[in-house]
T-cell receptor, first 115, second 114 residues
């Protein structure tokens, strides 16, 4: 009964380094999302995917790339980390677009610090 | 531009009191309004949700009141308990296949004092 699993849970990077955050879901959901959460700003959508092999930009996509090669996995990449990308990152998934009876299910987050 | 405006940013309530969190929206295409609850170190989880054709929905101590004409909705937590201390997000969604259509408020940090 894993639901949505994010790895790693914590990471510290130096400016300019790259890394990939992994999200895996075992609910056979079509839709997957990456959000960042910053104090006072709520959840902001970075990128999302409506199915295997598809991705689209959200509200704050700059500096991030994503891939959805397998239905159950959604990867978030930082090519050249910047201090402004220090945040808590959440992955979510949903069966469809998250409407009635089909909410988004969230992972427990990745806390990322860029020095 | 914030699609869903939420207030207050933080709220302190005594145990047994009523907690009220308010949200407002402009887009009349929204057709589903969920509330998410988030505990420290965890991701948000669906708490309760309402359709716009219903004025109120109650689940235990949690009630959503919905005012379609004013484009406002609120979460009421009756008999608030310390275990309710969390961050609450309202959200609004409209149905459009193949697109992202879920928008979150900025969150309210609730603290219930014993």
């Amino acid at each position: 009964n894993a639901g949505v699993t994010q790895t790693p849970k914590f990471r510290v990077l130096k400016t300019g380094q790259s890394m990939t955050l992994l999200c895996a879901q075992d609910m056979n959901h079509e839709y997957m999302y990456w959000y960042r959460q910053d104090p006072g700003m709520g959840l902001r959508l970075i990128h999302y995917s409506v199915g295997e092999g598809t991705t689209a930009k959200g509200e704050v996509p700059d500096g991030y790339n994503v891939s959805r090669l397998k239905k159950q996995n959604f990867l978030l990449g930082l090519e050249s980390a910047a201090p402004s990308q220090t945040s808590v990152y959440f992955c979510a998934s949903s069966y469809t677009a998250g409407g009635a009876g089909q909410p988004q299910h969230f992972g427990d987050g990745t806390r990322l610090s860029i020095l | 531009q914030q699609q869903v405006k939420q207030s207050p940013q933080s709220l302190i309530v005594q145990k047994g009191g009523i907690s009220i969190i308010n949200c407002a929206y402009e887009n009349t295409a929204f057709d589903y309004f969920p509330w998410y609850q988030q505990f420290p170190g965890k991701g948000p989880a669906l708490l309760i949700a309402i359709r716009p054709d219903v004025s109120e929905k109650k689940e235990g101590r949690f009630t959503i009141s919905f005012n379609k004409s004013a484009k406002q909705f609120s979460l009421h937590i009756m008999d608030s308990q310390p275990g309710d201390s969390a961050t609450y997000f309202c959200a609004a969604i409209y149905h459009q296949t193949g697109a992202n259509n879920l928008f979150f408020g900025t969150g309210t940090r609730l603290t219930v004092i014993p």
